[in-house]
């Protein structure tokens, strides 16, 4: 079994214990009074900012360990927004990356105002309702982990709760379910089997997407030059995290790559 095996194993008996804890009657009936207030635009945010920064909060991961165990959600991300973020992502896995929902709840009350990216690995509509119930703005769905068909079902659940979702594909037979026209397309450029990254895999499969998606490129990017030949290569989102957690100051960090683009 590889680790995307793993942790979706682990995250189908997770979300059965938060069903437990809390019914699916009971969040429906929680996030039903937010729908009458729109969140703000992930894919609108990216295509018009200059640098097109996903700036993510990411304290651990299953191949490196603890990146920043002390790591402040009421700090690190409102410092991303501070210092030119044009999105963020925030890490809610707790097993696999040491993160909960609770983080962008807290990065909300500390003065985010800007698209926050439920990053997780969403296998279930219960857990759109956590995105939206802790204040995200859009959803990671995964296709190396859902059916085209699952993929669909979620796709328009997150609309009618009114997140985008940002579809990520890592291989060439995954890029079919960007027929289901999600609000962003992500190219991973880790394996999540093997967690092995190459970044040139954005450049491999970008012109095998549609024209007009709003396309996003994630992992390994730690290099300024990078972004600027994967904008050039039509993308329009670049998710960093590990690059700027990794530093005494992840805020500053950004502000500096951001200069440097």
Known sequence: MDILEEIVAHKRLEVERFKAQLSEREI???????MATDV??????LTASDSGIIAEFKRKSPSKG??????????????????????LSILTDENYFGGCDEFIRT????????PILYKNFVIDEYQL???RLCGASAVLLIAADLTKVACKTLLHTAHELGLEVLLEMHAEPELEYAELEPDMCGINNRNLG??????????????????DAVKVSESGISNP???RNLRQAGFRGFLIG???????EPGQALNDFIQKI
């Open 28 to 34: 429906h009936r929680l996030v039903e009074p937010l």
């Open 40 to 45: 703000p635009s992930m894919s609108q945010a």
């Open 66 to 87: 603890w990146i920043k165990e002390e790591g402040k959600a009421d700090v690190i991300p409102f410092s991303y927004q501070q210092n030119g973020a044009a999105a």
């Open 107 to 114: 990065a909300r009350t500390s003065g985010v105002t800007i």
């Open 129 to 131: 309702f956590q995105a």
């Open 194 to 211: 093997s967690f092995v990254t190459d970044v040139q895999n954005s450049f491999r499969l970008a012109e095998l997407l549609p024209k």
């Open 225 to 227: 030059d990078i972004v």
């Open 242 to 248: 590990e690059n700027f957690m990794k530093t005494a």
